[in-house]
């Protein structure tokens, strides 16, 4: 993957705990190790002006992209163009992860994150730990893997995770706490 491009996206609230940081610094990392890489950073927050500045500091701007809010109708035109999706945030429930593996889309999640082994068997999630080096290794390393499941084996497994499903659980847990 030396020569070719390697096109990375997040899309977030631009703050502290979504660890952007990181995933910019393991982007410097990759691109001083020889690698062509290409950032697609989607959202705004109160930490846009320090990633961009980090950004400008690492002498990576020409392969960092800010894209701002990204619509809603923009967004499966970003995912089809990416290799990898990375969000290495603090956060417990992980609607994005989900709606990016609805592409068929590998993404990367950071180690603190609970998630089923069998996911990550399949080749469609990877974990990191939250620092440069780690990711950097990591991003290398699911560009390699090849996905074991088929798409339907990948659907059959998000139907577990869909609005239908959660609020049918939700309501078998009031039935059950009332009965």
């Known amino acids: ?16 705990n979504k660890r952007i940081d990181i995933l910019i610094k393991a982007v410097s990392k990759l691109i001083k190790d020889g690698f062509r ?10 930490s846009l ?6 950004v400008s500091d690492d002498g990576i701007t ?7 809010f ?31 593996l609805s592409k068929n889309r590998q993404v990367i999640v950071s180690n603190d994150t609970d998630v089923d082994p069998k996911l990550i068997e399949s080749g469609y999630l990877f974990t990191s730990a939250p620092r ?13 893997t090849k996905v074991t499941w088929s798409k339907n084996e990948l659907s059959e497994y998000l ?7 959660y609020f049918e659980n939700i309501t078998k847990s009031i039935e059950a706490r009332d009965a």
Request: glycine fraction near 6%.
């Open 49 to 54: 002006d320090g990633l961009k500045t980090l």
């Open 1 to 16: 993957h030396k020569n070719n491009l390697i096109n990375l996206v997040t899309v977030s609230r631009l703050d502290e």
């Open 37 to 46: 890489v290409n950032l697609k950073i989607g959202g705004n927050g109160p």
């Open 159 to 165: 139907l577990a995770y869909s609005w239908p499903v």
């Open 132 to 144: 440069a080096e780690a990711l950097a290794d990591i991003i290398l390393a699911a560009l390699k």
């Open 70 to 100: 990204v619509p809603e109708a923009d967004i499966p035109l970003l995912y089809e163009g990416m290799d990898l999706f990375v969000t290495i945030d603090w956060a417990d429930y992980r609607i994005t992860t989900y709606e990016v």
């Open 62 to 68: 020409d392969s960092v992209d800010f894209l701002g």
